[in-house]
């Protein structure tokens, strides 16, 4: 084992619940003494803090996710509310293959709701490149990518240019056959594992955030923001999507702000990744959201529907 034990920190309620929370999330029964069983270390109010032996150099993004985050302690009907607010991650998980990008970039989405054909799409992605200066081109979470559309668009832009094409739900192995520079995936839809899988590609990994929102808004059983952020780069996302400051977005300021630090701050020793600002943003609000992030390094601008 480690030194540095695995460490989560909970808002639990009721506190008296956490000796519960430890034993369910590693023993399972109470009167079971064992080097993996999880320990209570720290209780000040509701704030408990728990260290998981059974997790020290963990690198399974399903271990990590059944133990801290999920479990049967979000099933019982005896917990009242409790919310994962940080984690002392394991050593050993990669991080991003490429790291954050360097100042400011501008990326692009390729709207379904253009309803494109793949010539189309690629002539799409070529006047967003001209227009807004887009150092990446994406397809919608929404879109799965296809090969034909991937060599359309690629044809139609720039080689120094990313096009991320999304893979969720499609045959990853075609897609970079047919020349996709870039991986896109709903990580939190298709499952954690998945950015580790995709990292092998040798490719940039976009990790977008659908599907998260359930888990930091999630009411009595909830996990906070920074954490999933977190655990987006540790696992291997070269750009990490953190919402923005406009009011179409959940998202506080604050929070916003601690999932940019998330995408960069000293982590594990791996790299910084590029911190994804999007939804609700365009050029007009472009200076503003800078502004508000506080920094104007390793920071992307996702341009939606205001580009068009």
């Known amino acids: 084992m480690h030194d540095t034990p695995v460490r989560a920190v909970f808002d639990l309620r009721p506190a008296e619940w956490a000796n519960t929370l430890a034993v369910l999330q590693s023993v399972s ?19 408990v803090t728990i260290d998981f032996p059974a997790l020290d150099g963990e690198t399974s993004a399903e271990a990590l996710l059944t133990m801290c985050i999920a479990g049967e302690w979000a099933d019982r009907g005896d917990l009242e509310s409790c919310r994962l607010l940080s984690v002392d991650w394991p050593d050993g998980l990669p991080g991003p293959r490429f790291g954050a990008l360097a100042g400011v970039g501008v990326g692009a989405i390729i709207k379904p709701a253009l309803g494109l054909s793949d010539a189309e799409a690629g002539r799409v992605a070529g006047e967003l490149v001209a227009r807004t200066g887009a150092r990446l081109v994406k397809d919608d979470e929404l879109q799965r ?6 060599r ?31 991986l896109m995936v709903n990580a939190f839809i298709a499952g954690l594992g998945s950015i580790a899988r995709l990292r092998e590609y040798g490719l940039p990994v976009f990790v977008h955030r659908v599907g998260w929102s359930f888990m930091p808004r999630g009411g009595p059983v909830s996990v906070a923001p920074r954490v999933l952020a977190e655990l987006t780069r540790l696992l291997g996302a070269d750009f990490v999507q953190v919402g923005s400051f406009s009011p179409r977005m959940f998202d506080t300021d604050d929070e916003v702000r601690e999932q940019i630090a998330a995408a960069h701050d000293e982590l594990q020793g ?13 050029p007009a609000n472009a200076d503003e959201t800078l502004e508000r992030a506080g920094t104007r390094d390793g920071v992307m601008l996702l341009y939606g529907s205001a580009a068009y």
């Open 29 to 47: 029964l109470a009167d079971v003494q064992s080097p993996v069983r999880a320990q209570v270390v720290d209780a000040d109010g509701t704030r």
């Open 145 to 150: 990518s296809s090969p034909e559309r991937v």
């Open 152 to 182: 359309a668009v690629r044809a139609a832009i720039p080689d120094d240019v990313l096009y991320v094409a999304n893979v969720t739900g499609a045959d990853a192995d075609a897609i970079v056959d047919a020349g996709a520079n870039a």
């Open 270 to 282: 791996v790299k910084r990744a590029t911190a994804v600002i999007g939804g609700g943003v365009g």
